[in-house]
């Protein structure tokens, strides 16, 4: 098992609990999709799962490793290793090129491999693109690198967050066909928050968040 | 509506209080630093004012011999032609341990002085008094209290209304003071003339009849003092503003949402507009009332010591209490408001040209002045080229200080060019991926913090050049102290017969007793100090000649030349070859000029037969003693015993150039104290611009938490690029600095104090400087580093949440 989620729970400080016990599981190169409303806790959890936040009970494994034992650095070393991640808004580092942005989280975990970039780019339609800094990039071309980013690392697990969202419907379509169709061809697992049924029924398993809970 | 507008852009304030606290300190030390020059400028000004006052006869015409003083005949040949004249002589001598201006009177023809009035007042018998015999001294109280100790001297009255530094006497008690019998420096044509008198004109016409300048003289003397300081005040001034600039620009960037909104929702651009300025200017008002409220403080503080230097430096009398006037509280608003309108301008502007449906964009802030930077190169080198240019079409001060300007606030603009050519160069470097994004980032950063970086330049530069100027001042000073203090010992004798006694005493007990003796002349209607030497080789091996004529010494100890000080060679354009007139049938050539520095007035240097003279009466109390070093304790200790002489009357080399090095120390603490608080104003800006740039640094270094570096990766990182840029901009602020010193030492100085002083490099001093400008950039960007490794992950998330 790749990812294991074990009764987890969260409360923000003066919020009402936003996890109340939540577990599932995650094989590796399985894709699932994590739906409900707005303030389940879908990004909570997400964010949890990606060692990107502590949880408060509970306990939840990544490729064996247990993240409540993870001091800051530990936790940081596991997002550089084994998970990317793919925002909403994108998140590109403004700073950096595209082609510098595509690589830059492959160098951070020392997996830099110039052929699988130059396909991803290729794939993902970037390949004129490269020399351009993020702003000068249309919504759905900085999905696109963001994705080319996490998969250009080869993370065992892929952790998006709503990566659509932001987009109309024709190139949230072509992302996420994309991004489909490269998770699948990499062997990477993917881990899907979403409001769209129509995107949650395309993956291997579907997890619906309500109250704090799986429902 | 005003109201709920007025709510809205309020908020922003509340929801940004360091914001708010940031633009009101920014203006606050801009305000402060120029209000305390102002208030320093002013008070010495109101100082030379009253002084003027008191000496009174300001209005009044005056008869002058061009070339020395007036003989006492001529004065009573006028006299018995029917004129109604009042002599005055004036001059500087030493009473006791002190050097004073003596101002003589004639007190019954002199009209009305306040200090004369006052005491009349008091004692009406102090008239008789003052021309009895022996006469009186009116002195203000600091010096009546150490003038009633010094024998020799007449009674000495206290009086509030004489200019501090000065005493006031009959003319007779002057002629013995300054050792100038029958002289007489000027001439007051008193008001109420008889009619049918021969014109001056016909009378004298050797004489020249001009308008009084009493007081307008120090004011003169001192106007490049105070031009030198209102430079450091402007200069203080702009660093203050850069942070008023950066604050307003990314407040009104932050609310280009709000303002899009409150339009679209039917305010018009015209009353947000009114609404916006109000706002500011109700800031300028608290930030500069606040920078008042500081900059009294920091005058106050620094007032004693910029009297001390005026004094020291060009006699002028300064008192050193500060009062509060209302044109400098006026004064210091109206700099805060045109500062805030200045600093604000651009950003009022944009807001206002605002499209209704333009995004907003913290970015789009970043991205513009990134563009800017190639206007900024070429609007910097504009300016050193205009400033280059001003040298040389405008000679003086105020070519020198336009070149200072110009090269200043050239810099300033070519420096984010240079930082982010260098961080280009620096990126091509790098090596990995964190390397390469932290070169790429901190060239990003640029436009954000360039302008705390630009006023972290000038504070430097300002302090490798005043600071290079001042070392290469003291080291010439120090060099030609052990050139001019030659002798073991120094000795004064309490009055002339003393000395005589000494001399006679001294001379088989030591190897050369060289008297000094001076009077004071006038060249060229400015007064002159003339020594007499002996021909002695301490002189002619050891003085500081600058420029000599062959056999120079030789000549003037056989009395058929003179050496002149470099003041007066530059005030009077003589140099060696000419020939000086220091008194009326007084003409010599001129052998040499000689450094002399710390010195307001001109000098000349005579045989002591040739002086003699023509001064006989010149006092000849003080010596110089050439001894060996060790027989030195014995022979102060027999010159006590036999001549019962206090301590201060006997001084070592050591024990005088101690003294001297102190006084010269004390005339730069003004300029150190303000070198370093522009200093804290950059260090203060550099903090500023980190803290409010906060919110724009998340969501950039977000992402980059969120691939696998730590917080504390990213704190480190993040001081780190404040070091690296503090520290490049220190390296690009060196050359500036040292241009600076150059025109400092080759044009003000000359222009301000009429002496040219070589430079020196003091690469001590620039790595004291470099690890300073690295101490405040690390200070500065310490707090946002620790708050970034502190911030809990949720917050850092945040970003990623707050774009849905």
């Known amino acids: ?215 | 509506m005003i109201g709920a507008a007025l709510q809205a852009l309020a908020s922003h304030w509340r929801r940004h209080p360091l914001q708010l606290a940031t633009l009101l300190a920014g203006l606050a030390l801009a305000t402060a630093l120029w209000s305390a020059v102002q208030a320093i400028n002013a008070e010495a000004r109101a100082s030379y004012a009253r002084a003027t006052a008191q000496i009174g006869s300001g209005a009044l015409d005056v008869l002058e011999a061009p070339g020395g003083p007036i003989p006492l005949p001529r004065y009573v040949a006028l006299r018995r032609a029917g004129w109604q004249l009042s002599p005055v002589l004036e001059g500087r001598a030493r009473l006791g341990d002190l050097r004073v201006t003596v101002l003589g009177l004639d007190p019954v023809t002199h009209p009305p002085l306040p200090a004369f009035t006052a005491a009349m007042k008091r004692d009406a018998a102090m008239l008789g008094r003052m021309l009895a015999q022996g006469g009186m001294l009116i002195a203000p109280p600091d010096l009546a209290a150490i003038l009633t100790d010094v024998p020799g001297l007449p009674k000495v009255q206290v009086s509030d209304s004489v200019p501090p530094g000065m005493v006031m006497t009959d003319i007779g008690v002057a002629e013995r003071l300054l050792a100038r019998p029958g002289q007489i420096d000027r001439l007051l044509i008193l008001p109420d003339q008889p009619p049918g008198l021969t014109p001056l004109a016909d009378l004298a016409p050797d004489l020249q009849r001009r308008v009084s300048r009493a007081g307008t003289d120090t004011a003169r003397l001192t106007d490049s003092f105070h031009l030198n300081l209102t430079a450091f005040g402007l200069l203080s001034f702009a660093v203050g503003l850069f942070i008023v600039h950066g604050t307003v620009g990314l407040a009104f960037e932050q609310r280009r949402g709000m303002v899009r909104t409150l339009r679209a929702l039917g305010l018009p651009l015209r009353l947000l507009t009114a609404l916006m300025l109000g706002e500011l200017l109700v800031l300028a008002l608290i930030g500069g009332g606040l920078g008042l409220v500081l900059g009294y403080l920091v005058a106050a503080a620094l007032l004693p010591d910029v009297a001390a230097t005026l004094r020291g430096l060009y006699g002028a009398p300064v008192a050193g209490g500060l009062s509060l006037r209302p044109s400098w509280v006026l004064g210091g608003l109206v700099m805060a408001l045109a500062g805030t309108g200045v600093a604000s301008a651009q950003a009022l502007w944009r807001m206002v040209h605002m499209p209704l449906l333009s995004a907003p964009g913290l970015q789009a802030w970043a991205q513009r002045a990134a563009r800017g930077e190639r206007r900024m190169a070429l609007a910097g080198l504009g300016l050193i080229g205009a400033g280059g240019v001003a040298l040389v079409l405008v000679p003086g001060l105020v070519g020198g200080f336009a070149l200072i300007a110009g090269l200043m606030l050239g810099a300033a603009l070519l420096l984010p060019p240079a930082l982010a050519l260098v961080l280009h160069l620096g990126r091509r470097l790098a090596r990995g991926p964190v390397g390469d994004w932290l070169w790429a980032d901190t060239r990003a950063q640029l436009p954000g913090i360039g302008l705390a970086l630009m006023a972290l330049l000038l504070a430097l530069a300002a302090n490798v050049g005043v600071g290079t100027m001042v070392s290469s001042f003291r080291l010439t000073f120090t060099g030609w102290l052990d050139q001019r203090l030659v002798s073991e010992l120094y000795l004064t004798a309490r009055d002339d017969a003393q000395g005589e006694e000494i001399a006679r005493w001294l001379a088989p007990r030591s190897d050369a007793v060289l008297p000094i003796r001076s009077g004071e002349f006038t060249v060229q209607s400015v007064p002159v100090t003339v020594y007499g030497v002996v021909d002695h080789p301490t002189y002619s091996k050891n003085w500081p000649l600058l420029e000599q004529t062959p056999n120079a010494w030789d000549r003037v100890n056989a009395g058929a030349a003179a050496f002149i000080n470099e003041q007066l060679a530059r005030r009077a354009a003589l140099w060696s070859g000419d020939r000086v007139q220091l008194a009326p049938g007084w003409t010599l050539p001129i052998a040499g000029v000689y450094s002399d520095y710390g010195n307001p007035t001109g000098q000349a240097i005579v045989a002591l037969p040739a002086l003699l003279s023509h001064a006989s009466a010149v006092p000849n109390r003080r010596f110089g003693v050439r001894l060996s070093p060790e027989a030195m304790p014995g022979l102060m200790r027999d010159l006590r015993a036999a001549f019962d002489l206090p301590a201060s009357a006997l001084i070592d080399q050591a024990g005088l150039k101690a003294q001297s090095l102190a006084v010269f120390d004390k005339t730069f603490v003004v300029t150190g104290a303000l070198n370093l608080l522009t200093l804290g104003v950059a260090g203060f800006a550099i903090l500023t611009s980190l803290l409010t740039l906060w919110s724009l640094r998340l969501p950039q270094l977000a992402p980059v938490w969120a691939l696998g570096l730590t917080r504390g990766t990213l704190a480190r990182l993040e001081l780190g690029r404040s070091l690296l840029l503090a520290a490049l901009t220190a390296l690009l602020a060196l050359p500036l600095g040292l241009a600076l010193a150059w025109v400092l030492l080759a044009v003000i100085n000359v222009q301000a104090f009429g002496w040219r002083l070589p430079m020196y490099l003091f690469p001590a001093d620039w790595l004291r400087l470099f690890g300073l400008a690295l101490l405040a950039a690390g200070l500065a960007a310490a707090l946002p580093a620790r708050r970034l490794y502190r911030l809990p992950p949720s917050e850092l998330l945040k970003v990623f949440a707050n774009a849905r």
Not at chain 1, 28 to 41: D, H, K, M, P, R
Not at chain 1, 99 to 128: C, K, S, Y
Request: charged share 20%.
């Open chain 1, 1 to 215: 098992m790749l990812l294991t989620i074990e009764d987890v729970k969260k409360t923000y400080p003066g919020a009402r609990p936003v996890l109340q016990g939540v577990s599932l599981t995650l094989d590796a190169g399985q894709t699932l999709a994590l739906t409900g409303e707005s303030g389940s806790g879908k990004s909570t959890l997400l964010h949890l799962a990606g060692a990107l936040d502590s949880f408060d009970a509970g306990e939840i494994r990544l490729a064996g490793t247990a993240l409540s034992g993870l001091d800051d650095t530990g936790r940081a070393a596991l997002r550089r290793d084994r998970v990317a991640l793919v925002f909403q808004q994108f998140n590109l580092i403004p700073s950096l090129t595209v082609g510098q942005n595509l690589g830059f989280h492959a160098r951070l975990a020392g997996r830099q491999d110039p052929v699988w970039i130059e396909e991803l780019t290729e794939r993902l339609g970037l390949a004129e693109l490269v020399a351009r800094y993020p702003e000068q990039l249309s919504g759905g071309q900085q999905q696109r690198v963001a994705i080319g980013r996490a998969l250009a690392a080869r993370p065992a697990l892929l952790l998006a967050d709503e990566p659509t969202g932001n987009l109309d419907e024709t190139a949230s379509t072509a992302v996420m066909e994309l991004m489909l169709d490269l998770v699948r061809a990499s062997g990477t697992a993917l881990f899907l928050v979403t409001h769209s049924d129509r995107i949650a029924a395309r993956l291997d398993a579907r997890a619906h968040l309500s109250g704090g809970c799986i429902a």
